[in-house]
């Protein structure tokens, strides 16, 4: 692993290397990236490495990136970079180069100057953040993008029903949401697995998926028995199979659950799917389970500690806070709807306040928030963050809740969710304080692609 | 039939060439059914022969062009106006309407859209009357793989061929709430199993003897058609592909020619630049009618919008005629003026381009099956 200590006089706390295995390629280029790009960008010299002869002795090194197209090359100037992966830069300069964040390097004191460089590859903006990931974000909402011919489709990928063409991913990716976990519509108790997607990019699996299988996707509550019937007569349609109530959705929960379990001792009671349980009762799969309500939070509690589930997150789970006790003794996750001004959120009527979020915080609950994919401005990821904090959460806590822990839970922190040397270069540039109702997303950086220009008028 | 013929001019006894010095151009005849003269016979966009002529031996063509010789007891007919190729509709469900799916089930790849038809509908004489003198018989997208598709003429009930295709739908309406698959995925999945398993014209389509016709109107569903024939390595045709042109990379990447239309006043505009960008692309295109639903005279009027939105003129005639003879696995028989290739052809008033010009009579393996009368 490279080290810029040992090569560098820079102080450990100006420069941002958090190690990630699995990165030895990328100090390299971070040496040859901000060797190249701070010289070549006339950075004021207080932000410059100081170390003398650098320039000179890493100037070889820096032609490859100096060769690559202008395009894939990027310096962002921010009088705040609020990394998600520590304490935030007063005055900050992150180098991106070929889609992924190169140097991310700080000036305590906070930088006053101004450059008067014009080169177009240089941006000047307030704040910078992580690119967003909302685990909940519902932009696949087609009934046809979940196999409903049967309740448990466990084996189904979500990702052979996207639609890139939906214009909902423009339209985060625009707000600042560069990452999503695109789950199964939950017209099913299990309707398959999801995938970390981007928002951005050729409309085709192959350039936007990041993880595939991220989440095997359950749903509690009224909406998998949404216009089922018993059955009468010749069944007809899909409609008439079980389950009609939420005993009916826990069991075919439990039911699927335990089938895995007997078909791991019994090749003859093997079934299509049984291997995707297996994994998620192992950990290797984490499961995203729909439940708005008290009892829909509780059922999903007592099926992860009964099959002993390692992860677990409860998605749109609006009354969370109402069971705190169960959220510390099964360490499941939490997923916030968005949130309203009235409390009232979600069709069955679940009722969270602004408030929530700081306890979960205060009660240790890894907690993430979402926007739920919504067209309405006032509803989108970016605004939660703040509506989390009015109710009495801390800055930080509330930027991780939008970045990294997103990230985490989804098992993507390793590419993504934090501004960190080595991850992808997906970065919202801010008007002002990230989140406040007076700021905007005025940039976005999308694998080192600036899709949205601060620079322009938009 | 050809006493009843009541064309222009009729019977004008052309002096026969007997000169044998003539330059090796100059074609010579000594024997046929009958001869067309035209003022201009429209072989393509740049290719008009000015008083050209046809001569039909046989139902077949016997000769096409400017410097024809024929012996003297070959009678010869004059049209002034048009001539060219009868037009090729690649997506029909005419004289079959309900019967070209069977829906029961999601495959039936052993089922013959040749079983459904019946060349006395009245659908094939409203194709006629457009022009249209070979038609492919295709499902109407509902099942998930409907059977194999049918090549006929519109007159005289000729199969051109039974298996032209292996039908296929990966569109939205192939989901049905009643059986699996009920999703863009498991519709992924199932056609994978069926092509896994390889039985029968699935087989056939695999090992590359049958090619497919794969609906796909929708982007995302375009986008998963041609994912699944690259992996799969069908060649064939999209049906729909509505705005498949802003995919133009991915569709000539995957080879797939693309059938588009019908078009109509209204369409949406998107679609018809659609078209213009896919021949930008060099991606093989024809027109689907879907007849009856709708009007067989929907294709000259789809060309045309096309050719608005900047079409050339050779990729909207061929899409007629000579590429879609291509694309129906016809093209040996019809499509283009040429001797050897059956005797479809159609008399006009004017440029066939052009929607003013009106379709005067229709003839189908030499034989007369539309208009004649004045």
Redesign the interface.
């Known amino acids: 692993m490279f080290s810029f200590k040992s090569a560098t006089a820079v102080s450990p706390n100006r420069v941002l290397n958090h190690s990630t295995s699995g990165m030895a390629h990328i100090g390299v280029l971070s040496l040859a990236a901000i060797a190249g790009s701070l010289s070549y960008h006339s950075i004021p010299a207080k932000l410059a490495l100081g170390a003398s002869g650098l320039d000179a002795s890493t100037s070889a090194v820096a032609e490859p990136a100096a060769a690559t197209p202008a395009a894939q090359k990027w310096l962002i100037r921010a009088d705040e970079v609020h990394t998600a992966a520590g304490a935030p830069l007063r005055g900050g300069v992150i180098s991106v180069v070929n889609g992924k964040i190169a140097a991310v390097v700080g000036a305590p004191g906070g930088d006053d100057s101004k450059s008067d460089s014009d080169d177009e590859n240089t941006i000047e903006v307030f704040a910078v953040t992580p690119g967003m990931i909302d685990l909940g974000a519902r932009l696949v909402t087609h009934p046809d993008a979940v196999e409903q011919s049967t309740e448990a489709a466990v084996w189904m990928r979500v990702s052979d029903s996207l639609d890139f063409f939906h214009t909902g991913w423009d339209r985060e990716l625009r707000s600042g949401v560069t990452a999503v976990l695109a789950s199964p519509p939950d017209n099913d108790v299990m309707g398959g697995l999801s995938c970390v997607v981007k928002t951005g990019g050729a409309p085709e699996l192959e350039a936007r998926l990041v993880k595939q299988d991220a989440a095997l996707r359950g749903s509690m509550g009224t909406q998998p028995s949404m216009g089922n019937t018993p059955a009468s007569g010749t069944p007809q349609n899909f409609y008439v199979r079980r389950p009609a109530t939420r005993m009916g959705v826990e069991w075919i929960f439990r039911k699927s659950f335990y089938d895995a379990i007997a078909a791991q001792s019994d090749p003859e009671r093997d079934f299509e799917g049984a291997d995707v349980l297996q994994a998620v009762m192992r950990g290797e799969i984490p499961m995203s389970v729909q439940a708005w309500l008290t009892q829909d939070i509780r059922t999903a509690i007592f099926l992860k500690e009964e099959f002993k589930i390692p992860h677990m997150w409860v998605d749109a789970a609006a009354e969370a806070w109402k069971e705190p006790d169960l959220l510390v003794r099964s360490k499941i996750g939490v997923v916030f709807p968005p949130f309203s001004f009235n409390g009232r959120v979600g069709r069955e009527g679940g009722f969270l306040t602004f408030g929530a979020a700081k306890e979960m915080h205060e009660l240790g609950v890894n907690f993430a928030f979402s926007g739920h994919g919504t067209r309405d401005v006032a509803g989108r990821l970016a605004q939660q963050p703040a509506l989390a904090m009015r109710g009495g959460l801390n800055f930080q806590a509330a930027l991780r809740a939008a970045t990294i822990n997103p990230a985490r839970m989804a098992g993507v922190d390793d590419r993504l969710g934090s501004i960190e040397v080595g991850k992808d270069a997906d970065l919202v540039l801010w008007s002002g304080r990230p989140f406040l109702p007076t700021s905007r997303v005025v940039g976005v950086i999308l694998n080192g692609e600036l899709v949205l220009d601060p620079r322009k008028d938009s | 039939m050809i006493a009843e013929i009541a064309l222009v001019a009729l019977a004008t006894v052309v002096p026969g060439g007997s000169n044998t010095n003539e330059p090796s151009t100059r074609v010579r005849v000594q024997s046929a059914d009958f001869a067309l003269k035209a003022d201009k016979i429209f072989i393509g966009p740049h290719e008009v022969i000015e008083n050209g002529m046809l001569v039909v031996e046989e139902g077949k063509i016997r000769a096409v062009g400017a410097d024809i010789d024929i012996a003297s007891t070959i009678p010869v007919f004059e049209h002034e106006g048009w001539l060219s190729a009868g037009l090729v509709a690649s997506h029909s469900q005419s004289g079959g309407r309900s019967e070209v799916t069977d829906g029961t089930r999601a495959a039936l790849p052993a089922a013959k859209l040749v079983h459904a038809f019946n060349p006395d509908h009245s659908d094939f004489e409203k194709a006629r009357r457009s022009g249209i003198t070979t038609m492919l018989l295709a499902p109407d997208g509902s099942d998930v793989i409907a059977g194999v598709t049918a090549v006929v003429k519109t007159g005289g009930g000729q199969v051109l061929s039974d298996s032209a295709h292996l039908g296929i739908s990966m569109q939205?309406r192939a989901?049905h709430?009643?059986?699996?698959?009920?999703?863009?995925?498991?519709l992924?999945?199932f056609l994978q199993a069926e092509f896994d398993a390889g039985l029968g014209n699935v087989g056939e389509a695999q090992a590359g003897r049958l090619p497919v016709l794969i609906e796909a109107w929708?982007?995302?569903e375009v986008?998963?058609a041609l994912?699944f024939a690259t992996k799969n390595k069908l060649s064939g045709a999209i049906r729909g592909a509505t705005r498949a042109g802003e995919?133009s990379d991915?569709m000539s990447a995957s080879g797939m020619a693309a059938i588009v239309g019908p078009f109509r006043p209204g369409s949406d505009l998107r679609a018809l630049k659609s078209v213009v960008l896919l021949e930008k692309a060099g991606v093989p295109l024809a027109f689907g009618v879907d007849a009856p639903g709708n009007s067989p005279d929907s294709m000259r009027l789809s060309s045309a919008l096309c050719l608005r939105e900047g079409l050339s003129r050779v990729a909207a005639w061929s899409a007629m005629t000579s590429t879609a003879a291509d694309l129906l696995g016809v093209e040996k028989r019809v499509g283009r003026l040429e001797r050897g290739r059956d005797a479809d052809f159609v008399l006009w008033s004017g440029d066939p381009l052009e929607l003013s010009s009106r379709v005067l009579s229709v003839w189908i393996d030499g034989a007369q099956v539309h208009g004649g009368q004045q």
Do not use: F
């Open positions: 939205t989901l709430y009643d059986r699996a698959p009920t999703s863009w995925g498991g992924v999945e929708e982007r995302h986008s998963r994912a995919q991915a």
